[in-house]
């Protein structure tokens, strides 16, 4: 009988946990985007909260005042760096996906013709099997389809910028109601739990700026490592501005479809075909001990930081990035820290 009622609660605490997991999914996959102006809006508000209060307490300064002052100090600040860096990367980057097929006619190509007339003379029965002119061709429509799509894809989000503004606005309007009445609003939610559950919506609160602080800790330890081995690597290869390309590379490492091998590996590539051995090898060294350390690292950095097992960690980063995208890579670890700390304090029990 005794084995049969743990059987029927671990069943129901199964069921239970799956529900929560369901819920969780729904809110981050469908609700959150749907609601990221009015989000984006209220962190801005709760990140904006302690020195406003302290400003408006020291100086005797009505809150809603200083509030507003600061928002539209914050927001001249994102609508410079938008307007300026936004349009220069975009500038940018559509002008080496426009240039690419230049790039390859005038670079590539010709490098690639002296390996193939190498190989030819090295084994002269190739020919037969291999057609110069076809590979050529072969290689030219790739690199062409390349720069359409990447140039079809920066015109796609420049067609989104309306829709984006358009959120942008509800945004900051939302962000100026928020800070006015913040003690208010966070009143009038609060008041609808009950005590206990208020206590624990408290405590996972600051579980999760606590959280965040030491993901974006860990990340920059990761981001430093690898910058100083981008800079050891280039230095070594005598490449021009090797600090600056370094900082480049390794900010652009935070983004997934690029990283560091999006960077190097086509670097690597084109300095074979332009007859740069050493140079090729050593670049493809280079991403490969960054990545080996990376690999190695990072679910023990991003562990420690946020007080789970490495395993634990790199299944939650791995099945979050599946689940929800880039962004859950973080969202899924945080969690999981967030079921550890509530199972450690004896909120919920999941495991032992």
Known sequence: MDNINKKKEFIIKFIYFLIILGIIFFIFKYALPLLSPFIFAFLISMALKR??????????????????????????????ILIFFGTKIFQYIGGIFQKLPDIYTFNVE???????????????????????????????NIVNLI??????????????????????????????????????????????????????ILNIKRNIFGTIFRLIKAYSILLTLTFIELSIG????NIPNA???????????????????????????????????????????????????????EPKIVGNQIGLNPIVTIISMFLGAQLLGFLGIFILPIIVTIIKYLNDTGTIKVFK
């Not at 390996?115 to 029965?125: A, E, L, S, V």
């Not at 720069?147 to 962000?175: E, G, N, Q, Y």
């Not at 084109?270 to 960054?290: D, P, Q, R, S, T």
């Open 243 to 297: 600090i600056l390309l370094a900082i480049v590379i390794a900010i652009l490492d935070i983004l997934p479809a690029i990283g560091v091998g999006g960077i190097l590996i086509p670097w690597a590539v084109i300095e074979l075909m332009k007859g740069n051995y050493n140079l090729a090898i050593g670049l493809i060294v280079i991403y490969a001990i960054i990545t080996i350390i990376r690999y190695i690292l």
């Open 234 to 237: 280039l230095i070594i290869f």
């Open 147 to 200: 720069s359409l799509s990447a140039v079809d894809a920066i015109t796609s989000i420049a067609t989104k910028i309306p829709s984006f503004l358009v959120k942008f606005i509800f945004a900051i309007i939302s962000s100026f109601l928020f800070t006015l009445d913040y003690y208010r609003f966070t009143g009038f939610v609060m008041r609808q739990f009950p005590e206990r559950i208020q206590h624990i």
């Open 110 to 140: 010709p490098a690639l013709n002296i390996i193939i007339y190498k190989i030819q003379d090295i084994i002269p029965d190739i020919a037969n099997f291999i057609n110069l002119e076809d590979i050529n061709k072969y290689i030219m």
């Open 51 to 80: 020195p406003v209060d302290y400003i408006s307490t020291k100086f005797k300064i009505n809150r809603k005042i200083i509030g507003v002052i600061m928002l539209l100090f914050v927001y001249i600040f994102i609508c410079i």
